[in-house]
Every structure is written in C-alpha cells, then in structure tokens.
C-alpha cells in the first residue's frame, strides 16, 4: 500500500514538472490563455456590473453581494480546474482509442487521466484569490474562525461538485462516444445560473440547481451564511444549508466515483 502511494505521488509530482517545463516552452501561449482567462472572467463579471446597474436589488442582493457569490464559485470553480480539468479529455481519450493504454499500466486509470502532462497551471486560481479578495472587501466579510473555516470547507466542497459531475459526464463517454452538446450545456447551466442569486429563479431552476445539479451549494447557500441572510422575497430556506457543500461534494464525488468504476468494468474499447 506504501509503495502504491509513494508510486501515485512519484508520479504526480512528475506531472507537475512536466507542466512547468511545458510553460516554459511555450511562454507566449501561456499569456495568451492569462490574458483569456482574465478576460473572460472580466466580461462575466462586467455582465453582472451592467445587470445590477438595471436592477440595483435582486431580491435583496445588492451589487457588491452578487459580485461576492460570484468570487465565492470562482474558487471552487477554479481549484476544480487547476488540479481536475483534465477528466474533459476522457470522451477525447475513448473516441480516439487512446483510452485503452491507460487501462494496461501499473496505474489507476483515473489518476493517470488526472495526472496527464498537459498545460496546466493555477492562474486561473490566483485570479480567482484576487477577485475574492476584493469582493470580501466589498461586503466588508465579517472575519471570524467559523468564516475561515467555511470559506475552506466551500471551496473544497465546490470543487468536488464540480468534479463529480463532469467525472459523470466523462464515465458516460463510456456508452456514448461524443457527448460536446451534454458538456456545453452543463457548464452553460453552472456559468451563466451561479452568476445570480438563487432565489430570482422560478421552482424548476431552483431544484434543478440544489438537487439535480447542485451547483447551488458551491457559492449561494455559502453565501447565504456568510453575509447572514436568512430569507429572500417568495423565498424561505435553512440559511444552514452553506455548511452542507462539503458533504454534498463528498456524496457527489462518491456516487460519480462508483460510476467511473462501473464504466470501467464496462468498457470494452471502441474498436480503434
């Protein structure tokens, strides 16, 4: 078991250097995906400046509270992307027949899937630190032990969300081949839908975001317990529900888990 662990870490922290001595080939390509990570997040949060500029209360969120929801989903959403993004390649991997060499190495097939040498590095995350800096500054956050722990326990949790249902979404590749129109609208629904506060939505999109994909649990129901709301206009909700992300992130991970290995046994190539 020691040396299955010591093995899986050897590994990993070869990927990690592989993907440093990657930026450092490629520099230009690197501050070309900085300067599109820092816009794209510029221009979602310059859509939610120029909404609340129409509409200067959603339900009792003001402007400085929903840039806040937003920089709470970004660290989950990040800290998913910086260590997890590679699990989007697995449909890529099985279409293509290359899926099949990982299933005959001394590895476990989803850790090297995780662990692929690619152009991974956490810029993304530190942006995603900056604007939460200044968003907790914009809410005037109360700081206390509990928030910390909170804050670490969302992030975490959200991440593992975040993870479970695109690990989902790659172990259905198993099955069905190309799924580019399932992903897109997934993260369709998890970009544009966290970017409000819940409550604005009808019943259907209320469940669909807590329950069915509970991407809600990665920044409103958080938030809801660190800026100490316990009630919405046509909405009422246990403000306690923040404190659940991580166990809903481990029950998620679990159960997506559970169903890569059944894909797996599954599996029986695609013939390439």
């Known amino acids: 078991m020691a040396d299955a662990g010591a093995r899986h870490w050897s590994a990993y922290r070869e990927f990690w250097r592989l993907n440093f001595l990657t930026l450092m080939e490629y520099k230009v390509n690197f ?17 939610i400046w120029i909404m609340m500029s129409r509409f200067p209360s959603m339900n009792g969120w003001h402007w400085q509270q929903v840039f806040f929801l937003y920089a709470l989903y970004m660290l989950g959403h990040t800290l998913n992307n910086t260590f997890f993004f590679t699990i989007g390649e697995v449909p890529d ?34 942006i995603a630190l900056i604007v939460f800096i200044l968003a907790q500054g914009a809410v005037h956050l109360q700081w206390s032990s509990s928030t910390v722990v909170l804050l670490v326990l969302a992030t975490l949790g959200g991440a593992y969300i975040d993870f479970a249902i695109q690990l989902i979404i790659a172990t259905l590749s198993f099955w069905v081949v ?10 369709s629904l998890e970009n544009d839908f966290t970017r409000y506060p819940l409550s604005i939505y009808n019943r259907a999109v209320r469940i669909m975001l807590a329950y069915v994909f509970p991407f809600a649990f990665m920044n409103y129901f958080p938030a809801t317990v660190l800026l100490h ?36 046994n599954k599996y029986q190539g695609t013939g390439s």
Do not use: C
């Not at 300067?35 to 310059?46: E, N, P, R």
């Not at 190309?178 to 993260?187: E, G, I, K, N, S």
């Open 31 to 47: 501050f070309i995906w900085l300067a599109f990570t820092i816009v794209y997040h510029g221009v979602a949060l310059g859509a």
């Open 178 to 187: 190309r799924l580019d129109a399932l992903r897109w609208v997934v993260m």
């Open 229 to 264: 709301k316990s009630a919405e206009v046509g909405y009422t909700f246990n403000p306690q529900l923040g404190w659940l992300t991580p166990v809903v992130g481990a029950v998620w991970f679990a159960a997506a888990y559970s169903f890569w290995r059944l894909g797996l």
């Open 93 to 126: 991997l099985v279409r293509e027949g290359r899926f099949d060499r990982l299933l005959v190495r001394p590895l476990d097939p989803l850790f090297q899937v995780l662990s692929q040498p690619g152009q991974i590095w956490p810029d993304e995350l530190v």
